[in-house]
């Protein structure tokens, strides 16, 4: 039998951001959550819309120590019509799962989130932003809730959804921006999480990071564990190469995240007659190809940013510039397809946005 949602309505309901405000990424919240329990005698039960609030939560909670939680992030868009548009929720929903399993954390009904996400989204409707460029990211994550200290997996947790106005991830928005290419610190080892959506490998990829912005460079360009060769990720987004008029991209393995943009960008090539390439890519081979004149563009692909042209690399002492440091072509059309989709302003063949 379906679970029923309890709703309680905020009081105090706070004003909209005013329509010159800069919303940036992730700083400002809605009225409303979503929250959802979990123990083993009564699996996910209590489902509720609740005003937004700070946790209350005992100082030896598991996940505070060991990390055991997972997250997705997926997006809300006004259209022209002032309908509402989700992107490929299912997708997501069901990403949840898999990242839970490597976490062992119990899956979730996707169909079940769907509906609650909508009800949730019915409820802060207003809060979807109607200025260009901008969206209601939508931030579901689940936590372990077992006050305990013994690193064992919990056995109660809490889903929850947040909702946040937002702007472009980088303050840079659709300008090309410099990579610094990491060749110390991996984001994620062979058999390890990268392939989840856990905080651990965000946690983990900080400190290059901060190599990087030291280097003057916006993101960092991660290697793969064993040979520190091999391409993976830019920052927390998939990594995208146009060679010899070929679209290439990183094939997966238990490193990589499995991006939904990352799998819009192939449909959507294969479906407009590009050639694509899943295979590995040594960074050595790139700079070689790049030399050449074979490498046009670059570009990242993931929820937050959609997609963000590369203008330049920095490996060791050299220098890689795509497409003289300018957004190329085939990126610019990838982005204006899929934020035209993604925001109603072209039609959607594929069957991928959903109304709320
Ligand atoms: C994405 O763009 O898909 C991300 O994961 C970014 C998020 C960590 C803010």
Same mark, same amino acid.
């Given at each position: 039998m379906e679970l029923s949602i309890t709703t309680k309505l905020s009081d105090h309901l706070t004003p909209k951001?005013?329509?010159?405000?800069?919303?940036?990424?992730?700083?400002i919240f809605t009225d409303h959550m979503f929250t959802m329990d979990y123990s083993?005698?009564?699996?996910?039960?209590?489902p509720q819309i609740v005003p937004y609030t700070s946790l209350e939560l005992d100082p030896s909670t598991i996940y505070l120590h060991y990390g055991q939680a997972v997250f997705d992030g997926l997006k809300a868009y006004r259209t022209p019509d002032g309908s509402i548009n989700l992107f490929r929720p299912m997708l997501h929903l069901e990403r949840i799962n898999t990242s839970s399993k490597r976490m062992v954390i119990p899956p979730i009904d996707p169909a079940f989130c769907l509906k609650c996400l909508k009800e949730l989204l019915q409820v802060?409707?207003?809060?979807?932003?109607? =200025?260009?460029?901008c969206s209601l990211y939508i931030r579901p994550f689940i936590v372990a809730m077992d006050p305990?200290?013994?690193v064992r997996p919990s056995v109660t947790y809490r889903f929850f959804i947040i909702l946040s106005p937002c702007?472009?991830?980088?303050?840079?928005?659709?300008n090309p921006v410099s990579i610094f290419v990491e060749?110390?610190?991996?984001?994620?080892? =062979?058999?390890?999480?990268?392939q989840a959506k856990t905080p651990a490998n965000y946690a983990a990829s900080l400190i290059a990071q901060n190599k990087a912005k030291t280097a003057g460079c916006v993101q960092v360009l991660w290697l793969d564990?064993?040979? =520190?060769?091999y391409i993976e990720e830019i920052g927390s987004m998939n990594a995208f190469f146009v060679i010899d008029g070929k679209l290439v991209t990183p094939e997966l393995n238990d490193s990589i995240l499995p991006g939904i943009t990352r799998r819009t960008v192939l449909e959507l090539a294969r479906d407009m007659g590009f050639r694509c390439e899943e295979r590995q890519i040594a960074i050595d081979e790139l700079c070689h190809l790049a030399k050449q004149g074979h490498v046009s563009e670059m570009f990242g692909s993931g929820t937050a940013a959609v997609i963000s042209p590369v203008g330049e690399l920095r490996y060791q002492s050299e220098r890689i510039v795509f497409n003289q440091g300018k957004t190329g072509k085939v990126t610019q059309l990838f982005y204006d397809t899929i934020t035209g989709i993604q925001y109603g302003r072209t039609p959607d063949p594929y069957g991928w946005t959903e109304k709320v």
């Open positions: 951001p005013a329509a010159d405000t800069e919303l940036g990424f992730g700083q083993r005698e009564s699996g996910w039960h209590s802060e409707k207003d809060w979807v932003p109607d =200025r260009p460029g305990c200290l013994i702007g472009s991830y980088y303050p840079q928005g659709m060749t110390e610190y991996v984001r994620a080892a =062979r058999g390890g999480s990268g564990s064993v040979h =520190r060769r």
